[in-house]
């Protein structure tokens, strides 16, 4: 209910570029850029159409493809999960990429997903989860946000019952390293993280408009080329054969030899 309230302060105090951070902010971007014209705005993870709102989104597919390629190297069952927050066009980038990434490297592998319907429901991430661990999946990446933390909670407890279990979680957005830690031993479940790198989009696009360059009315997409998506290595989980071989995917996917996809289709 504050979204257009704050948008319109912040136009009224002569900001020369305002951000909406994430999809859930389209509608009144839109609503407020109409009858704003001569402000410029740009919004995260969603496109806007208006000739003064940039659009800022990111190619997931591609280190969602990667931290893929890292799942199947490190699963010893042969079985990985995914679980999303809600089944819409920008999640299923994540689970696509990621699919191609484990099958491109272990096409035999089986990667289960689900859907939670939700991204803040983390007792729901919590016992999907859990399902999947009780059917010997041993890694799971989330795209899940708050939910995704019930994830590492099951992950978690799990090892801090048994401390040989071999539960993995794959942390999304940014390093969740952190998120992996199990209580009372110097144990982590994090395998690694698909990083989204808002920062380097937002510093790009703010240069942009400061010299002049506003790109009002475009779709930008940042990825591998412009450093925006990475893998996380904290904690060394990843082996040196492992890093080695999303290092040789990442230079196919940058020279344009491998296209991940980002749709089911």
Not at 183 to 194: A, C, E, K, W
Not at 211 to 235: H, Q, S
Request: proline share 2%.
């Amino acid at each position: 209910a504050d979204y257009a309230t704050n948008l319109n302060t912040l136009v009224r105090n002569e900001f020369d570029l305002i951000y909406g951070i994430g999809f859930k902010l389209a509608e009144d971007i839109k609503e407020v850029a109409t009858q704003r014209p001569d402000a410029k705005f740009a919004i995260v993870d969603e496109v806007v159409e208006a000739d003064n709102v940039a659009s800022i989104t990111f190619r997931e597919e591609q280190g969602s493809f990667l931290v893929g390629v890292a799942a199947a190297l490190s699963s010893e069952s042969n079985k990985i999960g995914f679980i999303g927050g809600i089944d819409s066009e920008l999640i299923n980038k994540f689970e696509v990429g990621f699919i191609a990434g484990v099958k491109s490297v272990k096409p035999d592998a089986e990667v289960s997903v689900q859907y939670a319907n939700a991204f803040d429901k983390a007792e729901i991430g919590k016992e999907i989860a859990n399902s999947m661990y009780k059917q010997g999946i041993d890694v799971i990446y989330h795209a899940a946000g708050g939910t995704g933390n019930g994830v590492f909670t099951a992950a978690t407890e799990l090892k801090e019952v048994n401390n040989d279990a071999n539960v993995w979680v794959i942390g999304v957005d940014r390093d969740q390293y952190e998120e992996g830690a199990v209580p009372g031993t110097d144990l982590n479940v994090t395998l690694t993280s698909m990083i989204k790198r808002v920062d380097i989009a937002v510093k790009d696009l703010a240069t942009k408009t400061m010299e002049g360059n506003f790109p009002g009315g475009e779709t930008i997409r940042y990825g591998l080329e412009e450093e925006a998506i990475a893998v996380a290595t904290t904690g060394d989980h990843l082996s040196e054969e492992t890093l080695s071989v999303i290092e040789e995917w990442t230079a196919k996917i940058k020279s344009g030899e491998v296209e991940v996809p980002s749709t089911r289709a």
